[in-house]
Each structure stands twice: as C-alpha cells, then as structure tokens.
C-alpha cells in the first residue's frame, strides 16, 4: 500500500514543481532574447559605446587603419552624446512582465560590479608589482611624488623639479596631485591611490543602475562585458594607464561628476566639478555654459549653490594656498605646456614631421610646423561648442522636447569628444577620461528607460 502511495505522488505531485521550474526556465530564456520597442534606444546607445571601447583599444592595435578607427571613435562618442538627448514618450509595461528581469537584474548587476572590482584590485596590484616607476618610462607620477614630498617637507612645491629633466615645472593643479599624498607620507606606493580612486569611480557607475531595474538582462550582461573588455585591455594589454599615469584620478572625478548631474544634487555637483576643474582643464569652458542652463532653465538656487561650491572649493584648495602666492607660476603654465609639447614632437623622427598616424585624434592631419594651429583650433572649438549647444537647445527644444534629464551630462561628453580628439599630443591614455565617461551615460540612460516606477517605460 504504501509502495502504491509513492507511485501515485511521484506520477502525479512531484512533476508539479519540474513543471513549474521548466517553465520559469523557458520564460526566461524567452523573455533574455527578446527585445521591446523600448529597447531599441538603449542597443542603439551600447553599440556605439561598444564601438568606441573597442576603436580606442583592440582595434587600434589591429591591422585596421588606422584613420578609419579614429573616425569611427569620434562618431561613436558623438552618438553617445546626441542619443541620450532625443526625446522620450511613455508607454505602459505591465508590472508581471517586469518581475522576472528585476529578480535577476538584482543580483547580476552587484555581482557584475563585485567581479570587475575585484579583477581590477587583482590585475592592478600585479603591475604594480612588476611595472616600477621609472622617470625615464613615464615622468607623471615622479612629478607627483616630489611635489607630495614637499608638501610634507614644507618645500615650496611650485617650483622647479630640477631631478628631473634639470628643472621641469610642476604642471599639475592641486587635486591631481594632492590624493597621493597619503600614500607618499606613509611610504607605500602611490598608485594604490589610482586603484581606491577608481574604485570609488566604478562605484559611482554602480550607483547609475537601481536595484528595481527592469531592463532586459542581456543588455546589462553585454554592458559589463564591455566594460570588462577595456579594463583587460588597460590591465593586460597596455597596462600604462594604471601603471604609469595619474589618469585613473580624473577618471573617477568624471564619473563622479556624472552621478552628481544626474542625481540633481546641487552641492555634489559643485564639489565634482571643482575636482574635475582642478585636475584637467578640459571642461573649463562648460562649466559656465552649464551654470547659466541651470539658472535659466531649472533653478536659480541651484545654480547660485553650485557656484558658490565651485568657487569655496577652488578658493581653500588653490588659490590660498597657491594661486596668491605664484601667481606668476600659473601665468605662465601656458607658455611651458607648449614646450612639453613642441619637446613630444621633435622626439619623434618622421621625415615628414607627422607623427601621430596611428593614434586617435585630429593630430594626425597637422604635422611639426602647425601644432600652434591645433592648439589655437582645440581652445576656440573649446570655448564656442558648449554656447553653440546651449543655443541650439534653445531654438528647438520647445518644438521637439529634448530629453533634459540628460543636458548637463550628453552636452559635457559631446565637449570631451572634441577636446580629446583635438589634443596636440594624443597619447593613449587621455582618451580613456571620456571612453569611460561613456560607460556613465549608458548607465544613466538605462537607468531612465528602466527603472522601475508607477507602470511606465520612456520609447
């Protein structure tokens, strides 16, 4: 009787739950390769985010000319800027339909972070072990390390640093030297710096994605393995971005700065901007541009308060204990940057005095005796494109309704597209600033188009 019993459960109860999970199962499956109209945005904006990551990295080292894959990463990062921005309408999404890419988007997404975090901590601890500072390699981070040494001496840290090249100047701003000086006061290596800086800067990235994420799973799958990529690359491939430069500092200012205007918060905006300000000058002409969008088009409180942090930030941390006392130094950091460059050029020898055909950038069309034009041309596009947008978005956002929520930060990638592309010296690792800004913005948007609110998705 008994044995009968358990037949009868096992022909007729216990398939229940294999029934039930197989169908779970399937419905996911179906549901990770199956795509709304809603998404088609969001592929859209990862491609081209995809495309840039590889242009600036894999393909750039590949056989494929290289003048193609530098139009490709310009027009890529302009789509990043310019998508984000078209405008949005809503639809309704039925909350059944969402349940199952919220329960697995709430552990892909942290797991995803966990595991690029960790990877970096891993690889990055492992050049600095076998990849030491060397002045000759790299003078960045030498520079930084004297001017650290003699903040804690209490030297004159503006002066010049004559170990080095028998007098080079110092020509960093103060929060892109200043966060190494922990590390250099306790006598460890200063690029752990970079690594808890960056850390901080992929946290931010996190923080983008919310934990009700309806998106379709696959798209964030693909996104991290994107992002995964140009990691390996800097970590395997090229390893000088993490192992020889300051760049992995301002590329968290950045991302931080991205979360700030997305976030809205008028004081994080601030004290992001002042960090991105004081370390490179390659937003300094957006900066107004975006304090008077905020005060004609959102609110002037905010605009006031972000100002106002801008300015406390920039007073305490350069101006007092720096810019009043040379001022002379500052004045002339124009004059020393052309040296640097016009030195980076006449250490190459070309015949034809072009030197950069395979990098990124505009440089390749100038050679030896038109750098001063490029120069002059990357200032003027610098100081009119963010008013001729703002401009633009005057004219026709009542007629076509822009995405607003996304001004600020699409307007501020489209100024690091031509910034970057326009240097005078394109070394690898510039471009990384606005490559990684990108990974930002595709955050941001899927963030928009999918975050879990009311019964509403935006197309």
């Known amino acids: ?8 459960i096992g022909r007729n109860v216990l398939w229940l739950p294999n029934l039930l999970v197989s169908s779970l199962l399937t419905e996911s499956i179906y549901m990770l390769f199956t795509f709304k109209r809603y998404d088609i945005k969001v592929i859209i904006l990862l491609l081209f985010t995809i495309a840039e990551t590889l242009c600036c990295t894999y393909i750039l080292r590949s056989s494929i000319d290289a003048e193609v894959v530098a139009i490709i990463y310009f027009l890529s990062g302009l789509g990043i800027g310019l998508l984000p921005l078209l405008p949005q309408k809503l639809h309704a999404m039925l909350q059944d339909e969402a349940k199952i890419p919220i329960t697995i988007n709430r552990w892909l997404i942290p797991i995803g972070f966990i595991l690029i975090g ?3 901590v891993w690889q990055a601890i492992s050049i600095i072990s076998t990849l030491p500072i060397d002045v000759v390699s790299a003078d960045m981070l030498p520079q ?6 003699r903040l804690i001496d209490g030297e004159k840290i503006y002066a010049p640093i004559m170990e080095i090249w028998n007098g080079k100047q110092p020509p960093y701003m103060p929060l892109m030297w200043l966060p190494f000086t922990f590390a250099q006061w306790a006598g460890i290596d200063i690029r752990f710096t970079t690594i808890v800086f960056f850390l901080l800067g992929l946290y931010c990235t996190y923080k983008l994605l919310p934990k009700s994420y309806a998106g379709n799973p696959l798209i964030v799958f693909v996104s991290f393995i994107s992002l995964f990529m140009l990691l390996n690359f800097l970590l395997l491939k090229d390893k000088i971005t993490f192992g020889l430069t300051e760049e992995g500092i301002v590329i968290a200012y950045y991302l931080f700065l991205a979360l700030a205007l997305i976030s809205k918060k008028p004081i994080l905006i601030g004290i992001a901007i002042a960090c991105c300000l004081m370390s490179r000058f ?7 541009m975006y304090l008077i969008y905020v005060f004609v088009y959102e609110s002037r409180k905010q605009a006031y308060t972000v100002t106002a942090v801008i300015a406390i930030i920039i007073l305490l941390v350069f101006l007092l204990p720096f810019g009043f006392r040379q001022p002379e130094y500052f004045l002339n950091i124009p004059a020393d940057y052309h040296v640097g460059v016009d030195n980076a050029w006449r250490y190459n020898d070309d015949e034809n005095g072009k030197y950069y055909q395979n990098f990124l950038g505009y440089a390749r069309y100038f050679d030896i005796s038109q750098i001063k034009l490029l120069h002059d041309l990357q200032i003027i596009v610098a100081a009119i494109l963010p008013f001729l947008m703002l401009g633009i978005y005057r004219l026709i956002n009542k007629r076509i309704q822009l995405n607003t929520a996304f001004f600020g930060i699409c307007t501020l990638k489209i100024v690091l597209v031509f910034f970057y592309n326009m240097v005078e010296v394109p070394y690898f690792y510039l471009f990384f600033v606005s490559t990684f800004f990108s990974y930002a913005v595709l955050f941001a948007y899927m963030r928009q188009r999918y975050a879990v609110n009311g019964s509403s998705v935006v197309d």
């Open 1 to 8: 009787m008994f044995y009968s019993w358990c037949q009868f």
């Open 282 to 288: 390659s937003l300094f002409f957006w900066v107004p």
């Open 144 to 149: 930084i390390q004297v001017m650290c040494q």
């Open 118 to 120: 960790g990877f970096f």
